[in-house]
């Protein structure tokens, strides 16, 4: 499947590394987005920066640009908006189309898709800024019981995102999540260890890589810990073949129900009490730093962070092509 020989640098053209953005990701996008460009280039690739916070995308097609490797990541870049602008510029790009990029930002929705058809995801409640009262938000641990993890449904990269281990933390958590978004997303949190899992490819021949089990300080995967630590642990194998067999099933429903293409790295929950996998969230624009999953994955099934690259590169299409 991620056969690299008929692949041709030069031919790929001249190929837009889109990273930057404007949204509360902007400093991970940076990182992903310089790996991603000095990967290409020491290919052969003809690959060249291009932030859209600085130009417009009409300069994709003004500047003959053939290719789009899409290294943003959150609002305007992951929700399907880029997306949408380069199907209109007719500029072939990696990953999922618009509408797949859409649902998967949006926590609720990739929610509400899931269980419509069985798949395990943690009990939650969606809240908009005006259902936030004090006694709303007091009552929540009633319903999810404690601890609830309080989400702003249309970030990543843990921005906003807090544990309310009581009730007095509840509203300092909702205060922080308004921040970023003006409907939050309340979560049971499961207990376990947090996995996760990336695909890469297209419907029946999308295949998930090995799972990763992650092991951040305290328990705690914050930004700290995903980005900037190097004392969280990612660990492969910690799973019984079975369990890991069991993951990968549900991780390939999930991505297919939602549309996804190209790539894509779902993250989830292991409960302790019953070894029961909960999904969390799918990630359409996985990171590509060097504390990024996606990369250690691929490397364990013989696929290195610039063959993984290209590999992604050359599949970049249009949703009116797919």
């Not at 007719?90 to 999922?96: C, D, E, K, L, N």
């Not at 938000?137 to 019981?145: N, V």
């Not at 969390?280 to 994955?297: D, F, I, Q, W, Y």
Request: a negative charge.
């Amino acid at each position: 499947m991620f056969d690299l020989s008929s692949i041709d640098p030069r031919a790929l053209g001249k190929v837009a590394v889109m990273f930057g953005g404007t949204s509360a990701e902007r400093p991970v996008s940076l990182m992903s987005g310089a790996g991603v460009l000095a990967a290409l280039q020491s290919l052969g690739v003809d690959a060249q920066a291009f932030d859209p916070a600085e130009r417009p995308l009409q300069a994709l097609k003004d500047e003959g640009f053939t290719r789009a490797f899409i290294a943003l990541h959150g609002r305007g870049g992951e929700d399907g908006t880029v997306q949408g602008a380069l199907e209109w510029l007719g500029i072939p790009y990696t990953g999922s189309g618009v509408a797949a990029s859409a649902m998967a930002m949006d926590k609720t929705t990739t929610k509400r898709i899931w269980l419509a058809e069985g798949l395990s995801t943690p009990p939650h409640l969606a809240l908009s800024r005006a259902e936030l009262t004090r006694e709303r938000i007091r009552a929540i641990p009633d319903t999810l019981g404690l601890p609830v993890m309080v989400k702003p449904p249309h970030e990543g990269s843990s921005i906003g995102i807090s544990k309310a281990k009581g009730y007095s933390d509840m509203q300092g958590a909702v205060d922080l999540a308004l921040q970023y978004d003006d409907e939050l997303l309340f979560e049971t949190c499961i207990d376990g260890p947090e996995l996760t899992c990336a695909v890469l490819g297209d419907g029946p021949a999308a295949q998930a890589l090995p799972v990763v089990e992650i092991r951040a300080v305290g328990g705690e995967y914050n930004f700290e810990n995903k980005y900037i630590s190097d004392a969280t642990e990612y660990v492969f194998g910690s799973l019984t073949a079975t369990l890991e067999a069991e993951v990968q099933a549900l991780v390939l429903k999930a991505y297919r129900l939602l549309g996804c293409r190209g790539w894509g790295r779902a993250d989830l929950m292991l409960r302790r009490s019953d070894q029961k996998p909960f999904l969390l969230e799918m990630n359409t624009s996985p990171g590509m730093t060097s504390h990024s999953l996606v990369p250690k994955a691929a490397a364990q099934v013989g696929l290195p962070y610039p063959s993984l690259c290209l590999w992604l590169l050359a599949q970049a299409r249009l949703d009116s092509r797919a």
